[in-house]
Protein backbone atom coordinates (compact mmCIF):
# COMPACT_ATOMS: atom_id res chain seq x y z
CA UNK A 1 0.00 0.00 0.00
CA UNK A 2 1.43 3.45 -1.27
CA UNK A 3 1.81 5.30 1.68
CA UNK A 4 2.59 9.41 1.22
CA UNK A 5 3.29 11.30 4.54
CA UNK A 6 3.92 15.01 4.31
CA UNK A 7 5.12 17.30 7.28
CA UNK A 8 6.67 20.86 7.82
CA UNK A 9 3.62 23.25 6.79
CA UNK A 10 2.56 25.55 9.37
CA UNK A 11 2.11 29.57 9.70
CA UNK A 12 4.72 31.90 8.55
CA UNK A 13 4.88 35.98 7.97
CA UNK A 14 4.88 36.72 4.35
CA UNK A 15 9.00 36.23 3.22
CA UNK A 16 9.32 33.40 5.24
CA UNK A 17 10.49 29.98 4.75
CA UNK A 18 8.95 26.72 5.08
CA UNK A 19 10.67 23.46 4.04
CA UNK A 20 8.26 20.50 3.34
CA UNK A 21 8.97 16.99 3.52
CA UNK A 22 7.50 14.11 1.78
CA UNK A 23 8.34 9.92 3.18
CA UNK A 24 7.12 7.51 0.37
CA UNK A 25 6.68 4.06 1.25
CA UNK A 26 4.83 0.78 -0.02
CA UNK A 27 6.18 1.99 -3.91
CA UNK A 28 7.01 -1.32 -6.34
CA UNK A 29 5.59 0.38 -9.59
CA UNK A 30 8.02 2.75 -11.48
CA UNK A 31 7.41 6.48 -11.03
CA UNK A 32 6.60 8.78 -13.79
CA UNK A 33 6.36 12.08 -12.00
CA UNK A 34 7.25 12.98 -8.23
CA UNK A 35 6.66 16.16 -6.89
CA UNK A 36 4.21 18.78 -4.98
CA UNK A 37 0.90 20.17 -6.13
CA UNK A 38 -1.32 22.90 -3.64
CA UNK A 39 -5.12 23.77 -3.68
CA UNK A 40 -5.97 27.27 -2.09
CA UNK A 41 -9.65 27.15 -1.38
CA UNK A 42 -12.35 28.24 -4.57
CA UNK A 43 -8.82 26.73 -6.77
CA UNK A 44 -8.11 23.96 -8.20
CA UNK A 45 -5.36 21.77 -7.54
CA UNK A 46 -2.05 23.07 -9.48
CA UNK A 47 1.02 21.61 -9.80
CA UNK A 48 3.93 23.44 -7.41
CA UNK A 49 7.29 21.46 -8.52
CA UNK A 50 7.96 17.81 -9.37
CA UNK A 51 10.71 15.84 -10.75
CA UNK A 52 9.90 14.59 -13.96
CA UNK A 53 13.49 12.14 -13.97
CA UNK A 54 15.55 10.88 -11.36
CA UNK A 55 17.60 14.61 -12.02
CA UNK A 56 14.86 16.71 -14.39
CA UNK A 57 12.64 19.21 -12.75
CA UNK A 58 9.49 21.26 -13.42
CA UNK A 59 8.21 24.10 -11.71
CA UNK A 60 5.18 26.10 -12.11
CA UNK A 61 6.15 29.45 -13.09
CA UNK A 62 4.81 31.15 -9.53
CA UNK A 63 7.44 29.93 -8.07
CA UNK A 64 10.38 29.99 -10.29
CA UNK A 65 13.19 31.36 -8.26
CA UNK A 66 11.57 31.21 -4.83
CA UNK A 67 10.99 27.24 -4.26
CA UNK A 68 13.43 24.31 -4.47
CA UNK A 69 12.19 21.09 -5.22
CA UNK A 70 14.99 18.24 -3.81
CA UNK A 71 15.03 14.58 -3.00
CA UNK A 72 16.90 12.27 -0.66
CA UNK A 73 16.36 8.55 -2.68
CA UNK A 74 17.84 6.87 0.40
CA UNK A 75 14.81 7.87 2.95
CA UNK A 76 12.46 7.82 -0.05
CA UNK A 77 11.98 11.49 0.61
CA UNK A 78 10.60 14.50 -1.46
CA UNK A 79 11.75 17.82 -0.17
CA UNK A 80 10.20 21.83 -0.92
CA UNK A 81 11.99 24.66 0.09
CA UNK A 82 10.00 27.30 -0.04
CA UNK A 83 11.05 30.75 0.45
CA UNK A 84 10.21 34.18 0.07
CA UNK A 85 6.70 33.32 0.52
CA UNK A 86 3.64 35.27 -0.58
CA UNK A 87 0.17 35.63 0.91
CA UNK A 88 -1.48 33.78 -2.03
CA UNK A 89 0.98 30.67 -1.45
CA UNK A 90 -1.50 30.15 1.01
CA UNK A 91 -2.98 26.21 0.02
CA UNK A 92 -2.54 22.78 1.41
CA UNK A 93 0.19 21.33 -0.09
CA UNK A 94 -0.03 17.86 -0.81
CA UNK A 95 2.66 15.15 -2.38
CA UNK A 96 1.98 13.23 -5.59
CA UNK A 97 3.54 9.85 -7.14
CA UNK A 98 2.29 9.35 -10.58
CA UNK A 99 2.66 5.77 -11.75
CA UNK A 100 4.35 4.91 -15.02
CA UNK A 101 2.70 2.98 -17.56
CA UNK A 102 -0.62 3.44 -15.38
CA UNK A 103 -0.16 6.52 -14.78
CA UNK A 104 -2.17 6.37 -11.53
CA UNK A 105 -1.72 9.55 -9.15
CA UNK A 106 -1.04 8.74 -5.07
CA UNK A 107 -2.05 11.63 -2.99
CA UNK A 108 -0.50 12.21 0.58
CA UNK A 109 -2.97 13.66 2.62
CA UNK A 110 -1.97 17.18 2.66
CA UNK A 111 -0.07 19.76 4.62
CA UNK A 112 -1.33 23.20 5.70
CA UNK A 113 0.53 26.65 4.59
CA UNK A 114 -0.67 29.38 5.77
CA UNK A 115 1.52 32.74 5.04
CA UNK A 116 -0.27 36.15 6.77
CA UNK A 117 0.71 39.70 5.17
Known amino acids: QVQLVESGGGLVQAGGSLRLSCAAS????????MGWYRQAPGRERELVAA???????NYADFVKGRFIISRDNAKNTVYLQMNALKPEDTATYYC???????????WGQGTQVTVSS
Open 96 to 106: NVRSWPMRTNY
Open 26 to 33: GITFNIKT
Open 51 to 57: FTTDTST
